[in-house]
């Protein structure tokens, strides 16, 4: 199986961009689709990004679209989530997910990472 290790969380101020990694472990990341989520403790966890095994699709909650970019490195067994333009109300606990046989915004992936704390001031 594979283990995922989320990084790059922190504290910014509204506008201000993150870059969050998510880094694989056990296994390739190339036989997985992955996906970010996020949850804050007054909501359930909820999607923002997507793509798929090689790459060439991708998928955004519409709250982020045009802000957010997922992309991946199959190579280094990393998946990435740049975030611009950020807002207070895309603060949470971003986790990273992989699963070898879904892609898509539900919450049926296999694998979870631990997440990484993202605050928004504004």
């Known amino acids: 199986q594979v283990q995922l290790v989320e990084s790059g969380g922190g504290s910014v101020q509204a506008g201000g961009s993150l870059r969050l990694s998510c880094a694989a472990s056990?296994?390739?990341?190339?036989?997985?689709?992955m996906g970010w989520f996020r949850q804050v403790p007054w909501k359930e966890r909820e999607f923002v990004a997507a793509i798929d095994w090689s790459g060439d699709s991708t998928s955004y909650t519409d709250s982020v679209k045009g802000r957010f970019t997922i992309s991946r490195d199959n190579a280094k067994n990393t998946v990435s989530l740049q975030m611009n333009s950020l807002k207070p109300e895309d603060m949470g606990v971003y986790y990273c997910?992989?699963?070898?046989?879904?892609?898509?915004?539900?919450?049926?992936?296999?694998?979870w990472g631990q997440g990484t704390q993202v605050t928004v001031s504004s």
């Open positions: 997910a992989a699963d070898k046989h879904y892609y898509g915004s539900g919450g049926n992936y296999d694998y």
């Open positions: 056990g296994r390739s990341l190339s036989i997985y689709a």
